[in-house]
Structures are given as C-alpha cells and as structure tokens.
T-cell receptor, first 116, second 114 residues
Framework: DAGVTQSPTHLIKTRGQQVTLRCSPKSGHDTVSWYQQALGQGPQFIFQYYEEEERQRGNFPDRFSGHQFPNYSSELNVNALLLGDSALYLC???????????????FGPGTRLTVL | AQTVTQSQPEMSVQEAETVTLSCTYDTSESDYYLFWYKQPPSRQMILVIRQEAYKQQNATENRFSVNFQKAAKSFSLKISDSQLGDAAMYFCASRNFGNEKLTFGTGTRLTIIP
C-alpha cells in the first residue's frame, strides 16, 4: 500500500518564477492538505482540498493556489516566487469520512523548494 | 486561534533512559485533538501518538506516553527506554474537531547519546 507521495523531491527556482508541486494521497484517502515548513520551524497550514474544492485556507496570499483532481491527487502552485517561499512543502492526506473523528493525517516526504 | 508552544528547542538523553518533551497549547474549543509527530532527517512527518481531549486517560503507544493536563493545557511526551532511532525533531500539534487544520509548535530536537 503506497503512502503519500510527492514530486519533485527538490526544486530550485529564481525569484518571480512560478512553481507546481504534486501530491498523490494514500490509497483510500480523499482529502489533501498542504503545509509550508520553513527551516527551523513547524509546518504552517496552507490549504486543504476535498471533493476537488478548497475547503479551508490558512493565512497565505493568493499567490498560493491549488487544485485537486478526480483521482484525489493534488497540485500546489506558487506564483511570483519570493526568497521567503524557500521551504519544505509537505502534503498530508486523510479520509474525509473518518478523518474528522480519527484525526489522523499521513504526511508525504515533502518537496524542498529553494528560491534564489 | 489555536497556538502550540514548545519551549525546549533541544533535548538530549542517554540511550535506554527516559526523556520528557514539553508542550503547551491554547484553544477556545472544547473538543479537540493533540498529537506528537516525529520528523527524522528523512523529513517525513510520522505520527507518534494522539490524544482526544474528551478522554481523561492518557494515551500510550509502546514506549511513548503522554501526560495530558487539560486544565493546564499541557501535553507532554514521555519516551521510555530511549533508542538511537528515536533521534529526530518532535512536533506537538493540535486540531479542533470538525477542522482538519493542524497547528504545530516549533519543535524539539531530540538527541540520543549512545
């Protein structure tokens, strides 16, 4: 049973560019959440997708956008990259049916984004 | 708004000994969950243990146990018989019922001394 997968593993971009990160949820999961983890910090919630719609959003600017596909995989897009966007981006999946009570999210290994 | 505070940036423990990591949180909700996650150098966040706020009994998972003090909003993690594989960043996190957003603390780096 494959867990949560993310691609790419590492990415280097320059300021002003746009980037797309990808996530495939754990088998049986239909909800995907994205987190940004700056160096030396805990993860910060960006947003969550369920049934192909953004269900909840954290305190991130509109430069951060996402998408969920019918197979539950998800993309995170960041436009007009800033130096401060350099971070580890984590994807977490859960089940929309049972996740609310069980509360368990499974995390992927993350994508390390470096903005130069 | 929820907040989670971890006041110990770094901790170390001798192999086979016991260590306790501290966490305090703040929430206005009555139904919520608390978690400890482990993040080894491989970066993958792994759930160690979780506690449902409505349960008075402290959660245990093998060598890992928590001390949940609801009135004090304290949620510490005890690791018994520490092993070299326990070395990692440990994050305390909270989540309100009906809301899948996790709020994390800043983490505690745990070093195991052989």
């Amino acid at each position: 049973d494959a867990g949560v997968t993310q691609s790419p593993t590492h990415l280097i971009k320059t300021r002003g560019q746009q980037v797309t990160l990808r996530c495939s949820p754990k088998s049986g999961h239909d909800t995907v959440s994205w987190y940004q983890q700056a160096l030396g910090q805990g993860p910060q919630f960006i947003f969550q997708y369920y049934e192909e719609e953004e269900r909840q959003r954290g305190n991130f600017p509109d430069r951060f956008s996402g998408h969920q596909f019918p197979n539950y995989s998800s993309e995170l897009n960041v436009n007009a990259l800033l130096l401060g966007d350099s971070a580890l981006y984590l994807c977490a999946s859960s089940s929309g049916q049972t996740g609310l009570r069980l509360g368990e999210q499974f995390f992927g290994p993350g994508t390390r984004l470096t903005v130069l | 708004a929820q907040t989670v505070t971890q006041s110990q940036p770094e901790m170390s423990v001798q192999e086979a000994e016991t260590v306790t990591l501290s966490c305090t949180y703040d929430t206005s909700e009555s139904d919520y969950y608390l978690f400890w996650y482990k993040q080894p150098p491989s970066r993958q966040m792994i759930l160690v243990i979780r506690q449902e706020a409505y349960k008075q009994q402290n959660a245990t998972e093998n060598r890992f146990s928590v001390n949940f003090q609801k009135a004090a909003k304290s949620f510490s993690l005890k690791i018994s018989d520490s092993q070299l594989g326990d070395a990692a960043m440990y994050f305390c996190a909270s989540r309100n019922f009906g809301n899948e957003k996790l709020t994390f603390g800043t983490g505690t780096r745990l070093t195991i001394i052989p």
